[in-house]
């Protein structure tokens, strides 16, 4: 399995409260993404971030920020966390720089409830 | 951007019977097209992945998958189902060159019957 962990597995919080996940790698990947999964959609990009600094917008990326300052760190921040944002987050990680033959390997996720 | 369809978000399958989960793809070129597989309360697992190499691609625990080109499809099959295998699947194809992108289907949901 691919060396990447999640924190906090689980949380419950409250609307209008920030929020910071945290994905940590010990595989050297220089690609590093979030997603969210919810019932009916399948796994959604939030951002992703193709080396230490370097980061760009997915495709829900509204009300979500992230942050990579080593390589094998990467947050989500969501700044005021509201109920349309309850959520499995999933991070994934993948090697090279965007070829055909590129595998992401996920994370064990996170689930986030907003109250 | 290239998407993929799967159709029937819930398969019912009997113990010891075949598989099928029919995908989708639309591309505007040669597509990389992956199947993962979601057990309960984890996270995805690759199950097969097709990159231009052969057509038919075999991955973990007896799943296959063949790529048909005309057809824009990339069924997955297992000819007799087994009890570890509910799980949820997702197809998913290279969404974008050069940053890796992925577009997840939106999943079949496998029960397994005994």
């Known amino acids: 399995d691919a060396g990447i962990t999640q924190s906090p597995r689980h949380k419950v919080t409250e609307t209008g409260t920030p929020v910071t996940l945290r994905c940590h790698q010990t595989e050297n990947h220089r690609y590093m993404y979030w997603y969210r999964q919810d019932p009916g959609h399948g796994l959604r990009l939030i951002h992703y971030s193709y080396g230490v600094k370097d980061t760009d917008k997915g495709e829900v990326s509204d009300g979500y920020s992230v942050s990579r300052s080593k390589t094998e760190d990467f947050l989500l921040t969501l700044e005021s966390a509201t109920s349309s944002q309850t959520s499995v987050y999933f991070c994934a990680i993948s090697e090279n720089s965007g070829g055909s033959t590129d595998t992401q390997y996920f994370g064990p996720g996170t689930r986030l409830t907003v109250l | 951007a290239q998407s993929v369809t799967q159709l029937d978000s819930h398969v019912s399958v009997s113990e010891g019977t075949p598989v099928l989960l029919r995908c989708n793809y639309s591309?505007?070129?040669?597509?990389?097209l992956f199947w993962y597989v979601q057990y309960p309360n984890q996270g995805l697992q690759l199950l097969l992945k097709?990159?231009?190499?052969?057509?038919l691609v075999k991955g973990i625990n007896g799943f296959e998958a063949e790529f048909k080109k005309s057809e824009t499809s990339f069924h997955l099959t297992k000819p007799s189902a087994h009890m570890s295998d509910a799980a949820e699947y997702f197809c998913?194809?290279?969404?974008?060159?050069?940053?890796?992108?992925?577009?997840f289907g939106k999943g079949n949901q496998v029960v397994v019957i005994p």
């Open positions: 097709y990159t231009s190499a052969a057509t």
């Open positions: 591309s505007s070129y040669s597509p990389s």
């Open positions: 998913v194809v290279l969404a974008y060159y050069g940053n890796n992108r992925l577009a």
